[in-house]
Structures are given as C-alpha cells and as structure tokens.
C-alpha cells in the first residue's frame, strides 16, 4: 500500500492548482497576466517551477530514468536562452524565456515524480479540479451570454470568450481539459467517475460555445482516436463499431451544425464573409511568420520578439494587421522566433516523443493513457492553427499530459547522477536562469511603473504619468510600447 502523501507535498501541489487557477479564471486572463500585478504572479509560478526541478536535481531526488529526453529538455532551454542572447532586441527576448525554461523544468519533475503511486495520485486529482473548475468557468459565461441572447440561433452566432478573453483560446483549453477528465474518469469508479464524465460533457459544450472550427475538428480526431481504440480492445466486434461510429457521428455533427461558420460553408458551399476574413489573417500571419524566421540568422529573432521584429518591419506583408503578438500556428511561431535551429530541435523533439504516443495508442495500453495520447494528438493538430503556450492553463495542461504519459512507460532503472554530475547541471542551470530572471524582474518593474501612471492619468496626475511612464523606458527601454505610451 502506497504511503500517505506528506503535507509539503500537497501544500506545493495545491499551491501550483492555485497559480494555474489565478491565472486563469480572472476574464479576460490571457491579455490580464500581461499587466501588473499579475504577471508578477505569473512569472512566480514559473521560476518556481525551474528553480524545484534544480532543487531536486541537486538533491538527487530526480533520477535520469529518460536519458534522452534529459537531454532534449536540457538543449532546448539552452537553445531558446541562446536564442535570447542572439536577438537583435535581447533583453525583452530573455524577459519572454521564463516561461518556456518554467515548462520545462515542470515536465523533468513531473516525469520522474509520476512514477510515485502517491505522487500520481496527488497531481491526477489536482489537475482533475482545475480542469472542472475551468470547465465550470466557461459554461458559466456561456450561461450568461445565454440570458442576454434574443435567441438560440444569437447565441450560437455569438463565440464565448471565458475565460481568456478569447474564443479559440476556450477551444484549445477545453480540447486539453476534455482529453484529461476523460483520461481520469476511466481510472476512477462510482462519484469519482460521474462528475468527471460531467466535466467531460461541459468542455464539449465548452468547444461548441467557443465556435471554433479547429476545435470541431480536433475533437473529432480525438474521439475517432478514442473510439478506434475501445473497438480494438473489445475485440473488433461489428456491433461495437457500429455503437463508437454512431456516438461519434453524433457527437460531430451536433459541433458542426452548431458551429454557424462550418454551417455556412456546408449550406453555401463557401466561406462567410466573415470566415473569408479570419483565414485572410491566419495566411498574412503565415507569410509573416515565414519570413520571421529566415530573415534573423540560425537563431531567429528570439523569444517572445514577433511584436518587435513585426513592427520594425522584418516581416510586414499584405492584409496582415498593423500589429501582431503571434503568428496563429505553433510550429510556425518556433520557426519565427527562434529560426532553423528552433526548428530542428522541435523535430528532434517530436521524434522522441512519437513512439511514446504511439505506444499509448496500442490496444495493449491502459485505456486511460490511449484517452491522454488521443488528447495530445488532437491538440497538436490544434496547434496547427495557433499559438497559446503562452497562457499558463494551456501550458501546464499540455505538460502534465505529456509527463504522464512519459512516466507510466516501461519502467527504466536509474540510479541518481553522481554529486560532480548533479553540480555541473545544477550550475548551468542557473547559468540559463540567470539572463531571463535579472530581465524579467526589469521588465515586471516597468510593468509596475507603468499601472502607476495608469492609475495617474485616471486621476488626471499628468506630471505623475510622465514621470511613471520615464521610469518604465528606464528600466524596459527595448520595450517600444512605454516610448509611444509617453510620446
């Protein structure tokens, strides 16, 4: 029988669900973590979570069981810092790196820490709240936007935003939500079961309030992947072929003929104006993203630079916005921020971790991990269409699937790297952090300067705005927002 959780543990943990949740349920939270005091809370967690997993290295509590990806994690946060180092604007590029060297400092942990039964069990159960609690947020909003509706048809016109302020945003994170609820509910019995299946139910609904047509999609592969493999492991019988094909026919047409952009495009046989429009920006952003990243050397413009290198025209192209903070596609946007050599370690990447998916799709796999392996191909599909690695929901959810899956393959014995071994890491570790914590405290300080003269130009203290906004060219001067803030 596994032992008890310790009270650290479950402090550090429930701290973790708190940040996650504070970051995300506080509308509209993907511009809101941007400004202070939030982004404060925000870099928090991550530096948090690079400093833990150099904590327990040198501890030697963190066993390389996956030598490889050790490997892979280690030389990515090297590249991005290298990455931040090499841009033309360095130092808002090294600010931009927190969260990235956060990620993956979370994923070492919880990759090493998922084969504890009572670890497993403390972060399943964690993630299992935020997921309903998120779940919750969205219908909630949704409910709303239904007592303001005149009608059913307004309202599935209209696109949900709760709780990030955006709809393709909900999609994305309910897509992850969906795929871990479900993951959970087939490991758990009876009450436990029944409110995550609710939760299962809400971000369907939550997807067909977000109106996106990449979560329809994606929601489709998923299922399909889900249904495939429960036919499989019952033994490719024709009736239960019939009974998955039928729910998942149902389930898609219900999310299409829901979805008024995919409606339209079936009834007229071509895009609505306003469909026609969104693709029109998605392919800009593409061009631009495209030319991002070949345009800035074997490094790109680094990190978190696509607003800067966009606007000092690197990449300014035709029906593309006057601004950007992304370019709408992940792989696109690694491309145009941190070039071909971004690039290649995200393939390297990709190649380690495809026989993990594919071993979790085998009809010989737990069905709960098959459920955790349909959800990170169908978001990796998703993310095709856009970038949100940016929001700490979206993040952390992405890694807690990957680390699960990671952790619960063949068992590896590992013993604890040796003390000169565990030194040498631990030092270039904090050799990486050192660049992106010094400019991310300068960046959070102009942040700071900046509420203030917010707060002034409220009260209609224009000396004290002026002032404000001084201070935060001094202490972000790359940052091109507080010279137009001031001019």
Avoid: K
Avoid at 98 to 115: A, D, E, I, K
Avoid at 198 to 218: C, E, F, K, P, W
Wanted: contains cysteine; proline residues 6%.
């Amino acid at each position: 029988m596994p032992a008890a959780p310790t009270t650290r543990s479950l402090l550090l943990t429930y701290l973790g669900v708190a940040w996650v949740l504070t970051s995300t349920l506080n509308p509209p939270s993907a511009t809101r973590i941007d400004v202070w005091p939030w982004a404060a809370i925000t870099s928090a967690g991550w530096l948090a979570f690079s400093a833990g997993a150099l904590g327990l290295f040198a501890a030697g509590r963190l066993a390389t069981s996956r030598p490889v990806l050790a490997v892979c994690l280690t030389l990515w946060g090297i590249l991005v810092t290298l990455s931040a180092w090499n841009s033309p604007w360095s130092q808002g590029s090294l600010a931009a790196c927190l969260p990235t060297l956060g990620g993956l400092g979370l994923l070492w942990m919880l990759v090493n820490l998922c084969r504890e039964r009572t670890s497993l069990a403390v972060v399943r159960t964690a993630v299992d709240l935020t997921a309903f609690a998120f779940v919750a947020a969205v219908l909630f909003g949704w409910a709303q936007q239904a007592l303001a509706a005149p009608s059913i048809s307004a309202l599935l016109q209209g696109r949900n935003p709760v709780p990030f302020g955006h709809s393709v945003y909900t999609a994305g994170a309910a897509l992850l939500a969906g795929s871990w609820l479900g993951s959970s509910a087939l490991a758990s019995r009876g009450f436990a079961r029944a409110w995550r299946v609710a939760g299962v139910i809400g971000t369907l609904l939550a997807i067909m309030s977000s109106a996106s047509r990449a979560g329809v999609a994606a929601s489709a592969v998923m299922g399909s992947l889900v249904a495939l493999g429960w036919w499989r492991r019952r033994g490719h019988r024709l009736r239960d072929a019939v009974i998955a094909g039928g729910i998942l026919l149902v389930v898609v047409a219900t999310g299409v003929s829901t979805n008024a952009r995919l409606r339209d495009f079936l009834v007229d046989g071509q895009w609505s104006a306003i469909a026609a429009a969104s693709n029109d920006h998605r392919l800009a952003m593409a061009d631009a993203g495209r030319a991002l990243g070949a345009s800035h050397g074997l490094f790109g413009p680094g990190p978190g630079t696509v607003p800067l290198a966009y606007h000092a025209g690197d990449a300014r192209v035709t029906h593309a916005p006057d601004g950007s903070l992304q370019v709408h596609s992940a792989p696109l946007q690694v491309w145009a921020t941190t070039g071909p050599a971004g690039l290649l370690a995200m393939a390297i990447l990709f190649v380690a971790l495809t026989p993990v998916i594919a071993r979790s799709l085998r009809p010989s796999a737990a069905p709960d991990l098959q459920v955790l392996a349909a959800g990170v191909v169908g978001y990796g599909l998703f993310a095709l269409t856009d970038h949100q690695f940016d929001l700490p929901y979206i993040a952390v959810l992405s890694v807690v699937h990957v680390a699960f899956l990671l952790g619960n393959g063949p068992e590896v014995s590992a013993s604890p790297p040796s003390r000169p071994l565990r030194a040498a890491v631990v030092t270039i570790g904090m050799l990486v952090l050192a660049g992106p914590v010094w400019y991310r405290v300068r960046d959070l300080a102009a942040r700071a300067a900046f509420a203030d003269a917010a707060s002034a130009h409220d009260a209609g203290r224009s000396e004290e705005v002026q002032r404000a906004l001084s201070d935060a060219i001094r202490r972000a001067p790359w940052d091109r927002f507080y010279h137009e803030a001031a001019a």
